[in-house]
């Protein structure tokens, strides 16, 4: 996900606070939600957040993206809607 420094004030509005160890008191604006018992992960939490405020979002399903945290997750975006179309065919 590519997002731009100034971030709308309606997702700043939005993010709650926290701090620790010292550091300047911070607000997290992409997180995971849970919404009528199904699992939204950061990114989709933040474009359901950006379209609510009237912005477009794009996804280019040829891009191929990673996660590297304590695991490391790759998928397919294009391999993924295509195996989905099928299944629901």
């Known amino acids: 996900m590519l997002v ?4 709308p004030p309606g997702i700043i509005a939005d993010g ?3 701090s ?3 550091r300047k008191i911070r ?6 939600e849970i919404i009528d018992g199904q699992l939204y992960s950061e990114d989709v939490s933040m ?12 996804l280019d399903p040829k891009m ?5 945290g304590t695991k490391k997750f790759v ?7 295509n ?4 299944y629901n065919a």
Request: aromatic letters at 14%.
């Open 4 to 7: 731009k420094l100034q971030v």
């Open 16 to 18: 709650s606070y926290y």
């Open 20 to 22: 620790g160890s010292g």
């Open 27 to 32: 607000r997290i604006v992409c997180n995971v």
């Open 47 to 58: 474009f359901r957040k950006l379209n609510s405020l009237g912005f477009e979002c794009w």
């Open 64 to 68: 191929t993206c990673a996660h590297i």
């Open 75 to 81: 998928g397919n975006m294009l391999e993924y809607l």
């Open 83 to 86: 195996k989905l179309e099928n």
